[in-house]
Each structure stands twice: as C-alpha cells, then as structure tokens.
C-alpha cells in the first residue's frame, strides 16, 4: 500500500517561498496522476495543482503564476514550489493521486503565511 509523507511546510511571510516535497513508498507513484491538496481551517480540501504522467499540469486559479507542481519519478517524489505567498495561502498541504484520491492520506504539512 502506498504511503505519502508530505514535509517542507512553516511559517513564512507574504511575499515569502516554500518548496514542499512528498516522498511515496511503492512503485506505482510513475503510473498515476499526483496532486497537491490543501485544507484551510473551516473549510473543504480543494485541489491546487496536479501533474499527469505526461507532463501536463493543472492548477486552480488561485495559485497560477505563483506556484509550480514537478514530481521525479526515479524518487518517488512529488514537489510544489509556492511564491510569491500570500495568507490566504495558509493551509495544510496534502499531497495524492489525481483525481481520484486512491491513497491515504498522510499527514500534510502546515504552511502559514504571516507577517
């Protein structure tokens, strides 16, 4: 069974970076779809940005032309760079196959934008 340890998350100010990363156990991490995930208190998880196996990327509106999804697939790691942040950023990132959420989650990694 596949296991996602997501990690790179803290406090950082507007206008600030992070890098997430999320390391999966289990071969099957180059065959599927991967997403970044996050849930802001009070409200629903949503999707941020999503990789196919080609290649091709997807992100929600609020994050294009901030943030960039890669994965390396030799590592079984998805990545998220975030800039340019803002508060509303502020969530837990999860990360997971796309779209359809096979995996369980694992325990995301805070990120708080706050000055």
């Known amino acids: 069974q596949v296991q996602l340890v997501e990690s790179g998350g803290g406090l950082v100010q507007p206008g600030g970076s992070l890098r997430l990363s999320c390391a999966a156990s289990g071969s099957i991490f180059s065959i599927v779809a991967m997403g970044w995930f996050r849930q802001a208190p009070g409200k629903q998880r949503e999707l941020v940005a999503s990789m196919q196996r080609d290649g091709s990327t997807l992100y929600a509106d609020s994050v294009k032309g901030r943030f960039s999804i890669a994965r390396d697939n030799e590592k079984s790691t998805l990545y998220l760079q975030m800039n340019s942040l803002k508060p509303e950023d502020t969530a837990v990132y999860y990360c997971?196959?796309?779209?359809?959420?096979?995996?369980?989650w694992g325990q995301g990694t805070q990120v708080t934008v706050s000055s």
């Open positions: 997971n196959s796309y779209p359809y959420k096979s995996f369980p």
